[in-house]
């Protein structure tokens, strides 16, 4: 099982590229595509789901180029996009059997993966209730529900954890986990933490190019030593921000307690082991360097 990017361009009216030269090849794991609003992730989704054409390059799925064969990859995908939408009027059951018929899926095999699903969601007492008075939550656990009716070899997630509560994303990630096993899943989304508690392979990308592709492990060993610790007096922030990469701020009794990435660590800096969200910041801030060069 092997999903491949190779030198994949998407470029929009007035020559905007969203997308220019990805590459990147998958394999069964949780990727986590790690990158800011606007860096061209839902395009690249669109792209891999094959609701969007590529401008350049291929992608494959084992092999089979999917611009000539897009249903070589469809009967095996799994899709939330970022603005899941459902019809409020229909209960949890009626609208997954409806998306299982769309699906092409034999309505007993439906109805038995619906009712294992439904479980797996946490949503089997509310399967007769409309969905038009669910939670964002709740309607994110229905949109996986129905990602996975026909049992995908590659699960696309887009943004699945924006504007739920930390209740609820603790929930999302954790099933996203347990769902990896032997297929494909790529989390595409902004938020570092979502990223840091589910992916076993991380992509960042920024200005739609691939800005790094390593394992959590390696993305920390590249800022191993380089983060640091400081206190200071709050009158003092600003000018800190003005010398240094503060990757954040926390305000105790004694002052804001400021993490750092330098080389050289300021007076009286401690140094501290390094969290996803610092390897993110100072890649990022790496690559727009030497883009501005």
């Known amino acids: 099982m092997k ?35 606007g860096a061209g992730k ?30 070589a990859l469809r009967t095996v995908l799994g899709y939330l996009p970022q603005d899941f939408g459902v019809y409020p009027n229909l209960s949890t059951q009626e609208f997954l059997e409806y998306l299982a018929a769309v699906k092409g899926l034999d309505a007993t095999a439906a109805r038995r993966r619906i009712d294992q699903l439904l479980n797996l969601v946490n949503l089997a007492d509310v399967r007769g209730r409309p ?30 954890t924006a504007g739920l509560d930390p209740e609820e994303r603790v929930r999302f990630r954790n099933l996203l986990s347990e769902l990896s096993g032997e297929r494909i899943v790529i989390l595409s989304t902004h938020i570092v933490s979502d990223v840091e508690a589910t992916a076993t392979d991380i992509a960042l990308i920024s200005n739609g190019a691939l800005v790094a592709h390593a394992a959590p492990e390696g993305l920390l060993r590249r800022v ?11 009158a003092d922030l600003n000018a800190v921000k003005q010398c240094y990469r503060v990757s954040n701020t926390m305000r105790r009794s004694d002052g804001v307690h400021v993490r750092v990435l330098t080389d050289e660590p300021p007076a009286g ?8 969200e610092d390897a993110y910041l100072d890649s990022l801030s790496v690559y727009r360097a030497g883009a501005v060069a």
């Open 269 to 276: 800096a401690q140094p501290v082991s390094p969290t996803l």
């Open 42 to 71: 839902t395009t690249l989704m669109s792209i891999l789901a094959t609701i969007t054409r590529a401008t350049e390059g291929r992608v494959r799925w084992n092999g089979t180029d999917l611009a000539s064969n897009p249903n």
């Open 224 to 234: 191993e030593g380089r983060v640091w610790e400081w206190v200071i007096p709050s």
């Open 3 to 37: 999903l491949t990017i190779d030198n994949v361009g998407k470029c929009y009216r007035g020559k905007v590229w969203a997308l220019r030269r990805f590459s990147l090849e998958l394999k069964p794991g949780v990727l986590g595509l790690l990158g800011p609003n």
């Open 131 to 160: 969905l038009g008075g669910f939670s964002g939550g709740m309607k994110q656990r229905v949109g996986i529900a129905q990602a996975l009716l026909n049992d995908p070899q590659l699960l696309i997630v887009d943004e699945p």
